[in-house]
């Protein structure tokens, strides 16, 4: 089944005079691990934004499951949706515990229910809870609030989950542990997930395919092999490029 | 000076209810009205801005003279004091309501609105605890200003403890007029005292 289908999409902000997002078309399958590439500004926050309507698309539609999500009450399409946001964006008055909390708040689950959940996602993203549960973002270090966001997102165990590089202020042991972790939580069929990313080496990892943009446009949408193998423009062949000088910069350091 | 104190205690306490009365009336209406202000401020953004500018210019007329303004139409007496009061409290409570809730980092209403949160809903659980701070400041000012202001009142017969003044300086009686302003003064900066602390 069809998990999510952008349909010739564009978006343009006011006083731009490009398109953030420029006729995009595509179509991901339920159960795909999606990740998002490419350099800043290339518009990768506005791809994922569209898909829970924080922004309206000037032209095109997107599909959630067969349904035109344009059609759809807003605030319902947002509670399906699992959003980790970029600039994390954790409640400051509200405790860690409480931050996570919010969706299931709003959707009256039963408070043993809230508290049990909340401490298995701090589990998850390897927060002790004791230690954190009753702390407040401000008295968390960058890398901790990001995966509280995580936690916070992961709540109702939505089935389709964006992504804004949530793993952007984490250290890289941490960071490797979260994506093994991740990879276990997308698991099987049923969970769609779209992951934005600068990192190359974590786009490709983690993707079963792999967009890579540029400009407001999709280059390549493909999978990391496929990409490898036959990058589709010269965009893409300096981004694997990229990783080969680095590869060399490795090999020579020995 | 004592002496007066006690012999007219109960001339003055009566003043003195009646300035709290005043107050008190007048901060539940203007609380009220700008609540009822901001919350339109906050789904039509022009709106915040244009009732700021035109409570601006009414909080800058000397209330002597809105006091004026308003006898042909609502007579002497208390409801006019109160109908101008509140109207000068729109300026503070707004300027300080509508800032105070359009601060909050929009990286966290968007996390809000991204998790499906309804607007009141991030309006009653994020932006009003956030914006706790300036909501109280304005409440302050307008409760200061609200019996600073209520003193003048007294000039059309709205009663409080600018009677008190008034009818010192009218009968040249230096004790009701320190007594008058030691009182109004007083009460001013002592309940100002005490919701600074409450701020904290
Ligand atoms: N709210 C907005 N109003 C106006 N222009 C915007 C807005 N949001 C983004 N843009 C512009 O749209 C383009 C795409 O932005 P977007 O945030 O999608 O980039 P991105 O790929 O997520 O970048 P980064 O990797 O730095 O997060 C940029 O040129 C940006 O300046
Ligand atoms: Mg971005």
Same mark, same amino acid.
């Given at each position: 089944m069809k998990a999510i289908e952008f349909q010739n999409i564009s978006k343009r902000f006011a006083n731009a005079t490009m398109n953030a997002v420029n006729q995009v078309n595509l179509s991901i399958e339920?159960?795909?691990?999606?990740?998002?590439?490419?350099?800043?500004?290339?518009?990768?926050?506005?791809?994922l934004k569209m898909i829970n309507r924080l922004y309206e698309p000037d032209e095109g539609r997107i599909i959630l499951f067969g349904e035109d999500i344009s059609t759809v009450d807003v605030v319902k399409l947002r509670r399906r949706i699992g959003y980790v946001i970029q600039q994390?964006?954790?409640?400051?008055?509200?405790?860690?515990?409480e931050n996570i909390a919010t969706v299931p708040?709003?959707?009256?689950?039963?408070?043993?229910?809230?508290?049990?959940?909340?401490?298995?996602?701090?589990?998850?993203?390897?927060?002790d809870a004791e230690e954190y549960r009753n702390r407040y973002p401000a008295q968390l270090s960058g890398g901790q609030q990001q995966r509280v966001g995580l936690a916070r997102a992961l709540a109702i165990n939505p089935k389709i989950m964006l992504l804004d590089e949530p793993f952007g202020a984490i250290d890289a042991i941490n960071r490797m542990k979260l994506q093994d972790e991740l990879l276990k939580i997308h698991g099987g069929l049923k969970k769609t997930f779209l992951f934005v990313t600068h990192d190359i080496n974590e786009a490709f990892k983690l993707g079963n395919r792999v967009i890579v943009m540029n400009e407001g446009k999709i280059c390549q949408f493909d999978t990391p092999r496929g990409i490898k193998e036959h990058p589709a423009d010269e965009f893409v062949a300096s981004l694997i490029e990229s990783t080969r000088e680095q590869k060399e910069f490795w090999e020579e350091l020995k | 000076m004592t002496n007066y104190v006690i012999k007219h205690a109960d001339k003055w306490m009566k003043a003195f209810a009646e300035h709290i009365w005043i107050v008190l009336i007048t901060l539940l209406l203007s609380v009220l009205l700008a609540s009822a202000l901001t919350i339109g401020a906050m789904y039509v953004n022009?709106?915040?801005? &244009?009732?700021?500018?035109?409570?601006s210019v009414i909080y800058s007329i000397p209330s002597l003279a809105l006091f004026a303004l308003f006898i042909p139409l609502t007579g002497l007496g208390m409801d006019t004091a109160i109908i101008v009061l509140v109207l000068y409290n729109q300026y503070l409570l707004l300027r300080n309501f509508i800032t105070g809730l359009n601060?909050?980092?929009?990286?966290i209403l968007e996390a809000a609105t991204g998790m499906g949160m309804t607007k009141v809903q991030i309006l009653v659980q994020v932006q009003l605890p956030l914006a706790r701070k300036a909501l109280f400041t304005g409440l302050r000012l307008a409760?200061?200003? $609200? &019996?600073?202001?209520? $003193? &003048? +009142?007294?000039?059309?017969?709205?009663?409080?403890l600018g009677s008190i003044l008034f009818d010192g300086l009218r009968t040249m009686?230096?004790?009701?007029?320190?007594?008058? +302003?030691v009182l109004a003064g007083g009460f001013a900066i002592v309940t100002n005292e005490i919701l600074q602390k409450l701020e904290k």
């Open positions: 339920e159960g795909e691990f999606i990740t998002i590439l490419g350099s800043s500004g290339c518009g990768k926050t506005t791809l994390v964006g954790l409640f400051p008055h509200m405790t860690v515990a708040k709003l959707l009256k689950w039963e408070k043993e229910k809230i508290e049990e959940r909340s401490r298995e996602l701090l589990q998850l993203v390897g927060l | 022009v709106l915040g801005k &244009i009732l700021i500018q035109i409570f601060e909050v980092d929009p990286a409760v200061v200003s $609200t &019996i600073g202001i209520a $003193t &003048i +009142a007294a000039s059309i017969n709205a009663g409080g009686n230096v004790y009701k007029i320190v007594w008058g +302003a």
